[in-house]
Nanobody, 127 residues
Framework: QVQLVESGGGLVQAGGSLRLSCTAS????????MAWFRRAPGKEREFVAG????????DYKDPVKGRFTISRDNTKNTVHLQMNSLKPEDTAVYYC????????????????????WGQGTQVTVSS
């Protein structure tokens, strides 16, 4: 079983930046797509960004395109989410996830296709 641990959340003013990190242990990381999801207060958990096993393919939810960048370092079993130009509506608990299933190497958006999750890290953007 894989363990995922997120870090880097915090409180930031609108327009600021944060960099989230997720470190994996316990199972092969490099062959799997990874993704970041978030859950805002009172809302369902939603896809934010995903990256293929080798970093060649990335996918972003429309509201974060051009502001967020997902990247990975397979030598360190880590995936990052660089978040710039943050807005109050980005406030949420952010989760990293490792994809399972038949097409585990390419990112996708349905959360049920991810079979390992971190505990989440809080991001709060003040106006």
């Amino acid at each position: 079983q894989v363990q995922l641990v997120e870090s880097g959340g915090g409180l930031v003013q609108a327009g600021g930046s944060l960099r989230l990190s997720c470190t994996a242990s316990g199972r092969t990381f490099s062959g799997h797509a990874m993704a970041w999801f978030r859950r805002a207060p009172g809302k369902e958990r939603e896809f934010v960004a995903g990256i293929s096993w080798n970093g060649d393919i990335t996918d972003y939810k429309d509201p974060v395109k051009g502001r967020f960048t997902i990247s990975r370092d397979n030598t360190k079993n880590t995936v990052h989410l660089q978040m710039n130009s943050l807005k109050p509506e980005d406030t949420a608990v952010y989760y990293c996830a490792l994809k399972g299933g038949s097409y585990y190497y390419t990112p996708s958006r349905p959360l049920e296709e991810y079979d390992a999750w971190g505990q989440g890290t809080q991001v709060t953007v003040s106006s």
